[in-house]
């Protein structure tokens, strides 16, 4: 069974002090990992989809890259609007290309 | 705005109660997923439809649970008699490629 762990839950950041999130993953065959932010109260929105192992992929202070196991998503330099939820999900080579998706790890970056 | 609309937003309801939520997609998406996330969690796969057809529905949608898509457009997604434990947040998603478009959600709050 598909099965996505992320860590840590929770993070707390200064301003400027860079850190990477972890995306633990098992899959029967990984069609495509994704990476959500999402803020409270609204819907995931789409940051990278990565498809295989040695893949990285960059958007602003954002940097996401991927193993056969597990997937990083490097945040530097962070400021404290990059504070909200982000959300890993695998997707498998089933017809119906549903999402499994990690707990999240909310992170907070204080000015 | 990621073009895929939610209503209600919002949802009180008391238990025994059945509601329903719609869900409008990008229109040349033909893929639509219904996801709902609790607090604290990542979103759980519900069901999928390709058009009009619902190809896939997660154990986890119950016999109150029931989800159409005429002619594949609109979705709507009614659960009926309404339980404490259905309190969450569900999303629907559309799909351009492998990448799933979220909607805001319709958060359900059942007292």
């Known amino acids: 069974e598909d099965q996505v762990t992320q860590s840590p839950e929770a993070l707390r950041l200064q301003e400027g002090e860079s850190s990477s999130l972890n995306c633990s993953y098992t899959v029967s065959g990984l069609r495509g990992l994704f990476w959500y932010r999402q803020d409270p109260g609204k819907g995931p929105e789409f940051l990278f989809t990565l498809y295989s192992a040695g893949e990285e992929k960059e958007k602003e202070r954002l940097k996401a890259t991927l193993t056969k196991k597990e997937s990083f998503l490097h945040i530097t330099a962070p400021k404290p609007e990059d504070s909200a939820t982000y959300l890993c999900a695998v997707q498998d080579y089933s017809n119906t290309g549903k999402l499994i998706f990690g707990q999240g790890t909310t992170l907070q970056v204080k000015p | 705005d990621t073009g895929v609309s939610q209503n209600p937003r919002h949802k009180i309801t008391k238990r025994g109660q059945n509601v329903t939520f719609r869900c409008d997609p990008i229109s040349e998406h033909n893929r639509l997923y219904w996801y709902r996330q609790t607090l604290g969690q990542g979103p759980e796969f519900l069901t999928y439809f390709q058009n009009e057809a619902q190809l896939e529905k997660s154990r986890l949608l119950s016999d109150r649970f029931s989800a159409e898509r005429p002619k594949g457009s609109f979705s709507t997604l009614e659960i009926q008699r309404t339980e404490q434990g259905d309190s969450a947040m569900y999303l629907c998603?559309?799909?351009?490629?492998?990448?799933?478009?979220f909607g805001p959600g319709t958060r359900l709050t059942v007292t």
């Open positions: 998603a559309t799909r351009q490629s492998y990448e799933q478009y």
